[in-house]
T-cell receptor, first 109, second 109 residues
């Protein structure tokens, strides 16, 4: 079965601290993985995808097929990073996008 | 540019009443369209997706149905609402990434 697991409902850190939002997936094929973010009172939007291998707003995520993980990392959190973060999997063909339960990141001053 | 419109933004309906939520997309042709339900602590649950006019795939058994009468129109419906249908519903389309509407907060009373 295709599944995305985000074990942390809430991650609370202080400004300047490193951040890692965990994501594990279950899929037998080669999925495409994404991170989406929802800031307060804004629409859900794409943050980054694994095939781009780029850093967006200081965030990076590496696909680890051995551990079936796609953790989101940022070395120094900023207050404006506070938001809801969703990991998502597309099993190919883009007919479906399966999301995890989400992790709320709270960055305190 | 591509845009997605979803309405209404909020809706309060009595148990047993019908439901119709509408989503329209502009600036793209033959998009894959999706209806999600966003529940606190449970993330985004995929309800329906459509790869073309009249083509609907249901992901979970439920009291709701979806239709795609036109290429860029996606409708979520129910003949008789249940209390458990309350939630936040999101429409989305795919064009190299998923783009989401503003959502509809449905409260069944």
């Amino acid at each position: 079965a295709q599944r995305v697991t985000q074990p942390e409902k809430l991650l609370s850190v202080f400004k300047g601290a490193p951040v890692e939002l965990k994501c594990n997936y279950s899929y037998s094929g080669s999925p495409e993985l994404f991170w989406y973010v929802q800031y307060s009172r804004q629409r859900l939007q794409l943050l980054l995808r694994h095939i781009s291998r780029e850093s967006i707003k200081g965030f990076t995520a590496d696909l680890n097929k051995g551990e079936t993980s796609f953790h989101l990392k940022k070395p120094f959190a900023q207050e404006e990073d506070s938001a809801m973060y969703y990991c998502a999997l597309s099993p190919g063909g883009y007919n479906k996008l399966i999301f995890g339960a989400g992790t709320r990141l709270a960055v305190h001053p | 540019s591509q845009t997605i419109h979803q309405w209404p933004a909020t809706l309060v309906q009595p148990v047993g009443s019908p439901l119709s939520l509408e989503c329209t997309v502009e600036g793209t042709s033959n998009p894959n369209l999706y209806w999600y339900r966003q529940a606190a602590g449970r993330g985004l649950q995929l309800l329906f997706y459509s790869v073309g006019i009249g083509q609907i795939s249901s992901e979970v058994p439920q009291n709701l149905s979806a239709s795609r009468p036109q290429d860029r129109q996606f409708i979520l419906s129910s003949k008789k609402l249940l209390l458990s249908d309350s939630g936040f519903y999101l429409c989305a389309f795919w064009d190299r990434e998923a783009f989401f509407g503003q959502g509809t907060r449905l409260t069944v009373v």
